[in-house]
Structure formats: structure tokens, C-alpha cells
């Protein structure tokens, strides 16, 4: 386990059960992520592989970046799962949402001095982090870069008001099902969800906190969804038989998700 | 299988020339503290989809299972298993760009390397030869008890 080292400002940088893999060489992941909503050239693909990432591994419950002044790096998650958590500092808190693999999870913390949440990992995940110095120099030489990375958080945005209509507009168990939906479609981008089955380490008490509900209603809901034959869910194996007749019960949409 | 948009070919490109198609793989860094490792105890992924590799290596890990050996195409699974014979092998059927692992699978059964096929639930029936048959079939990304489970006897 590494230890625990505190900054000046109290960030705490070791919060990793793993020591930091250095990788001068860089990584496909940041590339893939990238091609995935933006039209990019050969040789910008090459120059987003070449910047070098530190590779970390998070165990479950980690915070992998933390609440307050922001570094001068960004991460993009390249495994497991993370979660956006507003901590209590007196006011609201709650979970605003989920990072699935192939999300560069805080971008935000690229532009921005401070980060209004944590980012904290389910599950053990793995996480690259790029130096905003690199990425600085990035998008001064391929514009387009910075056009691709300013289309993902307005995705982000996307998804954030998504949730806003969803939660003010469906019953409990439409939301389970909306969430399911999208956890889906996002993952089949990445290929980590194929014929309406996927993997996921968040279990039903997680999403009932993500939700603002309760873990009876949720675990009653699953139930139902269930009954219905539109939800299978065993631990960690999640399966929507089928995908045409959840969605249009959750009322899914996935255009939100397009960038 | 439905690929998705991210496909292979940045990934194989990328890498292809060096015959060591992950070398971010994480199990592979080895660090001074780490005992030597016999290559019999290693397991062999042939896996072209970048996220999956580092998916299926971990959840590998999860369960003790390893060190993964993790590769993204047919050369450079061959390139290794020239100096190395992986106690298991897990191939991914379609590699990409009209690629299989159907003729490493023949060299594994030669070899008397025993591999599974890790294919997509929507992937389509895949067409073997006999002496292929018997080999199990993974839906991938799932279900990696299934695969220890087998890896266990291995």
C-alpha cells in the first residue's frame, strides 16, 4: 500500500493501493477515446498516442482525483468504474455521475481552478493521467484536439440534463431502466457491452444513492423489471434481454449521448 | 460482433512492428521487487479491442489468474510463444481486419497448449474446423468466473 502524502494545499496525491506506473511512451487509450465522437487526422491521432501518461490502479472506494484545487493534470479512465461524488461541505451532496471506461473524467479540470466534486473509483480501476502541459501543446499544434475535447464535456453536459428531465419526468423503476440503458450504450461504444450484457461493479444500494432513492425501492423495482422480462440482474452480470422494449419503457433516447 | 466504433487499427498499427503488441500491458512491467516469474505459469490473451485486453487482464487479476500475457494480434502471440509456452491460452476469434485466431489455435493444439475462444454474444456462428471444436467457447466481456474456473484446472 503506498503511503499517504499531503501537499501545501492538503491534496492528498497518494490515495493509490498501486505505485504509479510512468509510461514516457504513451498509450493508445486517449486516441480511442477521442475517435470515438471526433473526426480526427492521422497525424493528430499519432501525436494524442505519443504523450506520455502515467498509468495508476484505484481499489473500490478510492478517490482518484480529489474535491477542491485542481492539478495540473487531467485522467481518462481505462478500466472499472468511477463516480462523481459531492462530498459534504455544508451543503448538497449526492452522486452526479458515473465514469465509465474511455471517460477523460475530469476534463473539467483542465480549464477550471477548482473541482466541485470528487471522483471516487468502484471497483478496482485503472486510470491514465495526461500533464495539462502536454495537452497545452496538444491542441496549439492540432486545433482540432481542442474542438474534440471541448465536444466531450458538452457531451458530459448532455448527459447531465438528461438526468435532470429523466429524474423529474419517470417513475422509479423508469429511471433504473433509463440508467441501465445508458450504461449499456455507452459501454457497447467501447466494446464492453455486446448483445445487451454487461459487466458493471455497481450494485443496487450504489444506484439507489446515485438515484436519490431508496435501496428497498430500487431492489423492488429491479423486481419488477424483472417480472416484466426486461431485466436480468445477478451480482456483477447485468442483461437486457431486451434492449427495444426497455428503452421505449424508460422512454431512452440516446441521441444525448452523440456528440 | 458489433465492434463498436474503436475497432483495431489504431491499436495494431501502433504496435504491430515491435511483435510485443501491449507493452502497457500492466501485468508485464515487472519491478525490481517481483520474484522471477516461470513463463509456464503465464496465460496468453489475444485480444485486437484495447479496452477489453485491459478489462479481461485485470478481471483476470481479480482472481489471482496470471501474470497475463497480453498481445493484439496473431504475429506477435506467435513472436512470443516462440520462447514461451503459457500454461492457457484465451484467443478472441475475429483479430480484426479480416484476421483470425484460427491458425495460432491449430498451433496451440499442436503444441499441447490448451486455449479457449473468447467470441461476442452477437458475434456470428463461427465456422471451425473439426479438430477446433472441442475447444471451449467464453462470451466475452463477461463471465470471467467461467474462464477461471477453467484457467483453475489449467
Redesign the interface.
Known amino acids: 500500500m503506498a503511503g499517504r502524502e499531503m501537499t501545501e494545499n492538503g491534496i492528498d496525491l497518494r490515495t493509490a493501493a498501486e505505485?504509479p506506473?510512468r509510461?514516457p511512451?504513451g498509450?493508445?487509450?486517449l486516441?480511442?477515446f477521442l475517435?470515438?465522437r471526433s473526426d480526427l487526422t492521422d497525424e493528430a491521432?499519432e501525436a494524442l498516442?505519443s504523450i506520455p501518461v502515467e498509468?495508476r490502479?484505484f481499489g473500490d472506494g478510492e478517490t482518484i482525483v480529489a474535491y477542491g484545487p485542481t492539478l495540473r493534470r487531467s485522467c481518462l479512465l481505462?478500466?472499472?468504474t468511477a463516480l462523481r461524488n459531492h462530498p459534504d461541505k455544508g451543503g448538497l451532496t449526492g452522486i452526479s455521475a458515473i465514469c465509465l471506461?474511455?471517460d477523460f473524467m475530469d476534463l473539467h479540470a483542465y480549464p477550471l481552478a477548482d473541482l466541485d466534486h470528487d471522483i471516487v473509483a468502484v471497483g478496482?480501476s485503472?486510470v491514465e493521467f495526461v500533464e495539462h502541459d502536454d495537452l497545452d501543446a496538444l491542441i496549439l499544434r492540432h486545433p482540432r484536439i481542442g474542438l474534440a475535447l471541448w465536444r466531450e464535456t458538452l457531451v458530459d453536459a448532455q448527459i447531465h440534463r438528461t438526468w435532470v428531465i429523466a429524474s423529474s419526468n419517470l417513475q422509479a423503476s423508469q429511471r433504473i431502466a433509463h440508467l441501465l440503458c445508458e450504461m449499456e450504450f455507452r459501454l457497447?461504444?467501447?466494446?464492453?457491452?455486446?448483445?445487451?450484457?454487461?459487466?458493471t461493479s455497481l450494485d443496487q444500494k450504489t444506484v439507489a444513492a446515485i438515484l436519490g432513492l431508496s435501496a428497498v425501492h430500487v431492489n423492488r423495482a429491479v423486481q419488477e423489471l424483472r417480472t416484466t422480462g426486461l431485466l436480468v440482474w445477478t451480482r456483477q452480470?447485468v442483461h437486457l434481454p431486451n434492449l427495444a422494449e426497455i428503452r421505449d419503457f424508460a422512454r431512452f433516447d440516446s441521441t444525448y449521448l452523440d456528440g | 460482433?458489433?465492434?463498436?466504433?474503436?475497432g483495431a487499427a489504431?491499436?495494431t498499427e501502433?504496435h504491430d512492428g515491435a511483435g510485443n503488441a501491449f507493452?502497457?500491458s500492466?501485468s508485464q512491467?515487472s519491478?525490481p521487487s517481483d520474484p522471477p516469474v516461470s513463463a509456464d505459469r503465464d496465460i496468453l490473451l489475444v485480444e485486437d479491442?484495447?479496452?477489453?485486453a485491459?478489462?479481461t487482464e485485470?478481471a483476470l487479476q481479480?482472481y489471482q489468474q496470471g501474470p497475463v500475457r497480453v498481445v493484439s494480434n496473431a504475429k506477435a502471440a506467435f513472436a512470443y510463444l516462440e520462447g514461451a509456452t503459457p500454461r492457457a491460452a484465451l484467443l478472441d476469434f475475429n483479430l480484426g481486419r479480416g484476421e483470425t485466431s484460427e491458425a495460432l489455435a491449430h498451433a496451440l493444439l499442436d503444441r499441447g497448449i490448451p486455449f479457449a475462444f473468447l467470441t461476442?454474444?452477437?458475434?456470428a456462428t463461427m465456422t471451425l474446423p473439426d479438430r477446433l471444436l472441442a475447444a471451449p467457447r467464453f462470451?466475452?466481456?463477461?463471465?470471467?468466473e467461467e474462464v477461471v474456473a477453467w484457467l483453475d484446472g489449467k
Open positions: 505505485e506506473e509510461r511512451g498509450s493508445p487509450f486516441g480511442l475517435r470515438r491521432l498516442a498509468r490502479v481505462i478500466r472499472g471506461p474511455g478496482r485503472v457497447r461504444r467501447v466494446g464492453l457491452a455486446d448483445g445487451g450484457h454487461f459487466t452480470s | 460482433m458489433s465492434r463498436g466504433p474503436f489504431l491499436w501502433r507493452p502497457d500492466a512491467v519491478r479491442e484495447a479496452f477489453i485491459i478489462e485485470m481479480d461476442g454474444y452477437s458475434e462470451s466475452k466481456p463477461c463471465h470471467v
